[in-house]
């Protein structure tokens, strides 16, 4: 009888509160999935996460030491992967950012390339920044790739010092030459001897991660890998 009930209950708040897939707008989903099975297994996974010396791993050589590197998908124009991120980012779609948290988690898990990780870092966001969106999208990342890949999260371990402006428009060279000297380690003592994960939505010519990068291996006998949703093309 319960049972019935809740069916019931169900089918009622479908019909005015209807839960639909974030690619497609099928309503032919799990109830704790954001996207329809079709949806998801069209995902564009990039394999990098398993692979030494991948693509994402080749944009430091020679900048910074990263211990380990990789994307999960790759970012193409009008993507279910750049929807979901740009909800992320500009809608408010908190959900969204922990369910691409939760699958890069999932890809991280079937390496053991990572396992040596002590803590997550999320790419730190301007104050201003944070202020306005209401939120670091790093952070809510973070949170999903720890529902499934127990870590723990430094927040606020690393700061900005200085305001830049968006990077989206920026050659590599403009980005790297803007991003000299943004980030700055706090409370060392937490810290000091640990491999940290540095998580952020996308990487394209790895500037911000790497100055982020380089202010954490300033801290003694830090080490750092690069995980992020996305590589973009």
Not at 7 to 36: A, M, N, R, V, W
Request: glycine share 6%; proline share 3%.
């Amino acid at each position: 009888m319960m049972k019935t009930l809740s069916l019931y209950l169900q089918h009622f708040l479908h019909l005015f509160f209807p839960h639909t897939c974030e690619g497609c707008g099928t309503d032919i989903l799990d109830d704790k999935s954001i996207l329809c099975a079709a949806c998801f297994t069209n995902l564009p996974v990039t394999g990098f996460m398993g692979l030494e010396g991948n693509t994402v791993e080749k944009i430091f050589y020679g900048r910074v030491k990263i211990a380990a590197a990789g994307s999960a998908f790759y970012f193409n124009k009008n993507s279910t992967i750049q929807h979901l991120i740009a909800d992320l980012k500009y809608h408010r779609n908190k959900e969204a950012g922990f369910y691409l948290g939760k699958l890069l988690g999932n890809e991280l898990a079937k390496t053991n390339r990572f396992n040596n990780v002590d803590a997550i870092i999320p790419l730190p966001l301007n104050p201003r920044k944070e202020k306005k969106r209401g939120y670091n999208q790093a952070a809510v990342i973070a949170e999903g790739i720890q529902s499934v890949w127990p870590k723990p999260i430094l927040n606020n371990k690393v700061i900005r010092k200085i305001f830049t402006d968006t990077q989206t428009h920026k050659n590599r060279v403009s980005r790297w030459q803007s991003m000299q000297g943004v980030f700055a380690a706090e409370q060392i003592e937490i810290l000091q001897h640990k491999h940290l994960l540095l998580v952020d939505d996308i990487v394209t010519t790895g500037a911000t991660l790497e100055a982020c990068a380089t202010a954490i291996l300033q801290v003694p006998g830090t080490t750092v890998s690069i995980a992020t949703v996305a590589y973009t093309l």
